[in-house]
């Protein structure tokens, strides 16, 4: 048995109207084939050019392993200058990522490679956002904390993108106090004897290559796997659904302190009853559905 996902819908290219109209409004995901072919970055952005334009950089690094109580929110597990990793990257499988590199601050230069596209939604202009990863390297499922929808353009190498609107989180075995599921659940091929829920749970699949664009809806789980090394940049588009909106300024300016507040006062504690809590909760929904 698989999970129950439907493969996103593909376009060449695609008007404001039609956007807003057949996606936005609806909340589906698409992917735009040939949106940024205009754009430098469609011929210049490969693993080579971000080494030339950024190699000196200290860069923040992520792997897989499972959060503990005594690092903080989001907090990096190494840092290596960025020519060092994209060596890395392409002479070996790493699980380290880039995630959240905010690429205004970090390399100016990069801004004249790309250019905001308008689709009829007002984007966040200071925060495009690049992510990298090695072969088979992989985020956990979760939702970003102020629920944006985001622009996810890719560059290099081949992704897999599984998406869930926030409506499937009662199949998904997700950590109270936080924006991620349960980190041991195996997305690709999922042990639905130990995570029974997530026969339930419709999602979306989507793969991605070089000049590709995913639109992934507000709030929408998603889980990313880097099938080649490769990169992206997310630009964003501040939540709308009145909801979403309240839950992102919940999460921003409550949550996040809540929890780190509770993590230093319980410690390993904290965390182990949010893990078991994600597993009762998601089969007492289970139970009486
Ligand atoms: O692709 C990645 O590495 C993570 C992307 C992501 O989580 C995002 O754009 O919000
Ligand atoms: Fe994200």
């Known amino acids: 048995m698989e999970l129950n996902l439907t493969e996103i819908p593909r376009v060449k290219t695609l008007t404001k109207e039609v ?11 698409v992917v735009i084939e040939n949106c940024i072919e205009d754009w430098p970055a469609f011929e210049k952005w490969d693993l080579e050019y971000m080494k ?25 597990h190494a840092k290596m200058k960025m020519a060092e990793y994209i060596d890395l990257l392409k002479s070996e499988p790493t699980k380290y990522r880039i995630f959240l590199w ?36 992989h985020t956990f499922m979760h939702y970003d904390i102020d629920l944006a929808n985001i622009f996810h ?27 991620i599921t349960r980190e041991d659940i195996d997305f690709d091929a999922p042990d639905f004897e130990q995570w029974p829920a997530l026969k339930n749970a419709k999602g979306h699949i989507a793969h991605l290559q070089h ?3 995913l639109y992934i809806p507000e709030g929408y789980w998603h889980h990313m796997k880097y099938i080649t090394p490769g990169f992206s940049m997310s630009l964003r588009a501040v939540a709308r659904k009145p909801k979403n909106f309240l839950r992102a300024v919940y999460n921003i300016f409550f949550m996040r302190y809540y ?11 904290w965390i182990d009853w949010k ?15």
């Open 153 to 179: 353009f890719h560059f290099a190498g081949k992704k897999q993108c599984i998406l869930f609107s926030q409506s499937e989180s009662k199949h998904l075995y997700k950590i109270p106090h936080s924006l």
């Open 211 to 213: 000049g590709n664009v």
């Open 259 to 269: 929890d780190n507040f509770m993590r230093r006062r319980k410690g390993q504690e």
């Open 19 to 29: 956007f807003l109209r057949d996606y936005f409004r609806p909340q589906k995901p």
């Open 102 to 137: 905010n690429v205004l601050k970090e390399v100016p230069i990069l801004q004249k490679d790309f250019t905001y596209p308008n689709f009829g939604i007002r984007l966040m202009k200071g925060l495009p956002m690049l992510f990298f990863g090695g072969r088979n390297s």
């Open 52 to 76: 030339k334009v950024a190699g000196d950089k200290e860069v923040p690094l992520y792997d897989d392993r499972p959060v503990k109580h005594d690092e903080g929110f989001n907090e990096p």
């Open 275 to 289: 893990n078991e809590e994600a597993v009762k909760r998601t089969n007492n929904l289970m139970r009486t559905a």
